[in-house]
């Protein structure tokens, strides 16, 4: 698998956690994306609001607003070509996100299962 992407892409990261949130943005960078992440649902909603995206990944359980809610509160123009909910619990990866398709990724993963998943 190459390190880089095929094109230039704007991703939005939304991860409360910050080591995790930072180890993201540098695999993302080094893959080529413009990246901008932010530490809840509701900060990324905000960022949705006002820039365009390709890729939207989201954890599913944040404070202030889950990566669900997140999802359930986006305008379907609104809404980047690629989603990508993570979470550690299996458990929740299982919830539905009404209309919208999503890609679900179990933490941890492999950073190059990772990259796999954002750029194909």
């Known amino acids: 698998m190459s390190s880089k992407c095929e094109r230039k892409r704007r991703a939005l990261v939304a991860e409360d956690d910050g080591c995790l949130r930072l180890l993201i943005e540098e695999l993302l960078t080094r893959a080529g994306f413009g990246v901008t992440a932010v530490e809840n649902g ?19 359980q944040m404070p202030r607003m889950s990566g ?3 999802l359930n509160s986006l305008d ?14 299996p458990y929740l990866l299982q919830t539905s996100s009404g209309e919208k398709p999503v890609v679900m990724l179990h933490k941890p993963f492999n950073n190059n299962e990772f990259l796999d998943v954002v750029c194909n």
């Open 42 to 60: 509701e900060k990324a909603l905000e960022k949705l609001d006002k820039e365009d995206f390709d890729v939207l990944i989201t954890d599913v």
């Open 68 to 70: 669900w809610e997140l």
């Open 76 to 89: 379907v123009a609104k809404t980047p070509s690629k989603v990508i909910v993570m979470s550690g619990n």
